[in-house]
């Protein structure tokens, strides 16, 4: 099987984000990097699916020169080759990045497309989406289970309270959701020989702009609570910030 | 969240992109498998086997092997990060790590038979194997030229007599890296669990180590078959395995501080008294401070030795630096967090008192840290004090 998997870098879980001077991008000095983890639950089901059926295995990347690094991390887990698509301009919204993938993936005619549901980042969930129409593919999102056939897959998506199953036909566009297998740790020796596996840059195709961001704020801090002393004699004193300060009575 | 680590001068530019991802994948091993697991270990006084076969699966055993006996050929600056990651999670966990790479794979691979090599070098990187070192005696420490036990030469190969403590992995080991005296000369030879005569009791009720195993090594009248000597001649044979081991253990000892560094950045931020965080006092931020500083430095010097071993540009002296400095810097430091943390520190709710109680043990093992005094003492007068 020909296996396509689509990754991203993305501010470490643990980050402290701040707005950039421009307050419409994120500040990235001394900020650590990591590969997006709900790509590492799609790596790795691509990888096991590789284990069990063969083929070859891709990781592609939209990002400028500092991905390297997350390219690298996915082929110590077990990509056997890596496609970096070398985007100049700075901002990219999905469309711009759904664009650049779905452009490889004509080349590539992958059995299927995996990708995490969403990026940890900007929380977009369109990529998927967006590749199935650009591929005329059927795209199956949040999907936490995965059986394989002969041109087909059966499997079970999460949906609001509940679990849906769905059948498609191949190729199709797969984005996962945290959990469908347990991402390995890239092992010390596969790290040495991931060195040693090709990265493909590609120049990005440069689409304009769908959609533009205006401006960035961080979260307001979650105010100061009061604490009252606990007597009969403050429940007007409750009642009263409740109603006036806090406004939700 | 994962741990972040200290790096105030950023050596992290200094490290290559292999270097970086190997830390930060046992980094993630170390958060996710050995510090939920480790305190309980730690006060049941088990070590935790269940790891061994994970830890042969991440490449964590044989760093420095060839390829071609299962190992991931990786320089001494990887190994080095594994390790201090590794004793971030426990000094016991690192010291059973330290032992497979630097005592027992090194010399099989650099003195042992072609047929040996083949035969332990892929058990012991998978972890299916477990490694000792046998060289200290009950009477014979520091100064193991003194040691007794004995190699008589016999029809086929050697009988060994005498018997050895202190040993990490003792009775667990698969293979036991001995040294005795053949004719006065300090050779090395394989053990193999099973042969006749040898066995190995632990040694039981340790305050520190606890998530270890530690034992005696029991010779008496062991048949060892020709094709397991290593080809090496006196203490030379040892010490060079000991200088591996002992830059392991320089690099894991940041990994424990910084542990404890951490615990006690949090604590004090999150502690008040008198209506705010300790972490604004003064006096505390000395010894906040006094840790930071240390690790600092310590990681200057691990990062210079490790790339002057790599360009083989080093002297045993360097590593007794390393070792020395960076042992008591992460003892200290321990000692300093457990103030910080006031009655809290004594917890296993925090990992203080085990790495404090862990690393009494690293500052007298693999060369006590007079000894590594007296070495540079002799490096720098011309005069050896211990002779």
């Known amino acids: 099987m020909n296996i396509l998997v689509c990754v991203s870098r993305v501010p470490d879980t643990a980050a402290k984000i701040k ?29 096991q699916l ?56 004509k080349e590539l005619n992958p059995d299927i497309i995996f990708l995490g549901k969403q990026s940890i980042d900007f929380d977009s969930f369109q990529i998927s989406s967006l590749l199935g129409g650009l591929l005329d593919l059927p795209s199956v999102d949040v999907v936490s289970s995965i059986n394989y ?31 469908i297998k347990e991402p390995r740790y890239p092992k010390l020796p596969q790290i040495m020989k991931a060195k040693q596996k090709p990265i493909e840059v590609k120049e990005a195709i440069e689409t304009p702009l769908r959609t533009e961001i205006l401006e960035m704020t961080l979260p307001e801090k979650a105010r100061a609570g009061k604490i009252l002393t606990g007597s009969d004699a403050d429940i007007d004193e409750l009642v009263r910030l409740l109603h006036e300060d806090a406004k939700v009575i | 969240m994962t741990f972040q680590g200290t790096d105030f001068f950023r050596l992290d530019e200094l490290y290559t992109e292999e270097e970086l991802m190997v830390r930060d994948s046992v980094r993630e091993f170390v958060d996710e498998q050995i510090v939920p697991i480790i305190e309980d270990h730690y006060m049941k006084g088990t070590f935790p086997m269940e790891l061994v076969e994970k830890l042969g699966n991440l490449g964590m055993f044989g760093i420095k092997t060839s390829e071609k ?42 003195y042992a038979n072609e047929e040996k090599k083949q035969e332990w070098l892929p058990k012991l990187a998978s972890g299916k194997a477990i490694g000792c070192f ?35 992995n003792g009775s667990l080991a698969d293979v ?30 340790k305050h520190s180590l606890r998530a270890s195993v530690t034992s005696e090594l029991i010779f008496q009248d062991v048949e060892v078959p020709e094709i397991n000597r290593l080809n090496v001649d006196g203490l030379k044979g040892p010490l060079s395995c000991l200088t591996q081991a002992r830059y392991g253990i320089a690099y894991g000892a940041i990994g424990a501080a910084m542990q404890v560094y951490e615990s006690s950045i ?15 006092f003064q006096l505390v931020q000395d010894k906040l401070v006094h840790i930071f500083d240390e690790i600092s430095k310590a990681q200057l010097i691990a990062y210079r030795v490790g790339r002057l071993m790599e ?24 000692r300093i967090a457990r103030e910080v943390h006031g009655a809290n520190g004594i917890l296993n709710e925090y990992p203080i008192m085990r790495h404090a109680n862990n690393l009494e043990s690293v500052y007298t093992y693999e060369g006590t840290h007079d000894i590594h005094t007296l070495i540079l003492g002799q490096h720098i007068t011309g005069i050896p004090a211990f002779k």
């Open chain 1, 19 to 47: 707005v950039a001077g421009d307050n419409k991008s994120v500040e990235t000095a001394g900020v650590k990097f990591i590969l997006n983890p709900y790509d590492e639950y799609a790596l790795e089901e691509a990888i």
């Open chain 2, 266 to 280: 949090n604590y004090a931020k999150s502690r008040i008294q008198f209506d705010k965080p300790i972490a604004g």
């Open chain 1, 50 to 105: 590789q284990e069990s059926k063969g083929g070859e295995l891709t990781v592609l990347t939209v990002a400028g020169d500092e991905a390297t690094d997350v390219l690298r991390t996915a082929l110590a887990m077990g990509a056997d080759k890596a496609i970096h698509v070398k985007a100049n301009q700075l901002e990219k919204d999905s469309f711009y990045v759904a664009n650049n993938i779905a452009n490889v993936a």
């Open chain 2, 69 to 110: 006996y299962g190992g991931a050929g990786a320089n001494y600056t990887t190994y080095g990060l594994a390790m201090q990651e590794l004793e971030r999670g426990d000094s016991g966990v690192r010291s059973f790590a330290s032992v497979q790479n630097s005592l027992v794979m090194y010399p099989i691979e650099t």
């Open chain 2, 134 to 168: 046998g060289l200290t005696e009950p009477d014979h420490g520091s100064n193991p030229s003194g040691m007794l036990t004995t190699a008589k030469k016999i029809d086929g190969g050697y009988l060994l007599n005498g018997a050895k403590m202190w040993i990490t």
């Open chain 1, 149 to 179: 056939a002969d041109g087909s897959i059966t499997g079970e998506k999460d949906i609001e309270g509940g679990k849906e199953s769905f059948e498609t036909s191949l190729p199709a566009i797969i984005s996962v959701q945290k959990g």
């Open chain 2, 311 to 334: 360009s083989g540009n080093f002297k045993p002296e360097h590593i007794s630096f390393a070792k020395r400095n960076n042992v008591k810097m992460a003892l200290e430091s321990c």
């Open chain 2, 176 to 205: 036991a890296v001995v040294w005795a005296k053949l004719d006065g000369r300090i050779t090395g030879f394989l053990v193999e669990k099973g042969m006749k005569g040898f066995s190995a009791p632990e040694m039981k009720n």
